[in-house]
C-alpha cells in the first residue's frame, strides 16, 4: 500500500554533510509517523530519528547535535539533514513509516524503504 524510497546516500569525507531523502507513495495522506534507522555492517539496526506528521522531532541522544529530520508535505517526501559526518556514522540508512502513533511511539514501523549507504571516509 504504501512504498518508501532513500536516496541521497553517498561517498563523503569527514565533516562533510548529506541530505537524505525518502519519498512516499500510495497512501499517506492520514496522520502518518516516519522514521529513520541506520545499520553498520555486523551490528544491530539502531533508530536516529523520527516525526510524526504535524508534530516534532524525536532524535537518538547519539546524532541529535548534528542530525536534523524534515517534511515536506507538498512533495510527500521526508529529510534527514547530516552535519558533521563522522566515520562512525557509516552505515546503511533507512526510512520507515506508519499509520499508528501507538506504533510510532515505540518505534515500530510497519513500511520500509530499501535503504541508501552513506560511506564517511577520513
Known amino acids: 500500500q504504501v512504498q518508501l524510497v532513500e536516496s541521497g546516500g553517498g561517498l563523503v569525507q569527514a565533516g562533510g554533510s548529506l541530505r537524505l531523502s525518502c519519498a512516499a507513495s500510495?497512501?499517506?495522506?492520514?496522520?502518518?509517523?516516519t522514521g529513520w534507522f541506520r545499520q553498520a555492517p555486523g551490528k544491530e539496526r539502531e533508530f536516529v530519528a523520527k516525526m510524526w506528521s504535524g508534530g516534532g522531532a524525536a532524535y537518538a541522544d547519539s546524532v541529535k547535535d548534528r542530525f536534523t529530520i524534515s517534511r515536506d508535505n507538498t512533495k510527500n517526501t521526508v529529510y534527514l539533514r547530516i552535519v558533521g559526518l563522522k566515520p562512525e556514522d557509516t552505515a546503511a540508512y533507512y526510512c520507515?513509516?506508519?499509520?499508528?502513533?501507538?506504533?510510532?511511539?515505540?518505534?515500530?514501523?510497519?513500511?520500509w524503504g530499501q535503504g541508501t549507504q552513506v560511506t564517511v571516509s577520513s
Open positions: 520507515a513509516g506508519t499509520f499508528s502513533w501507538d506504533n510510532y511511539l515505540g518505534a515500530k514501523f510497519d513500511y
Open positions: 500510495g497512501r499517506t495522506n492520514s496522520n502518518f509517523g
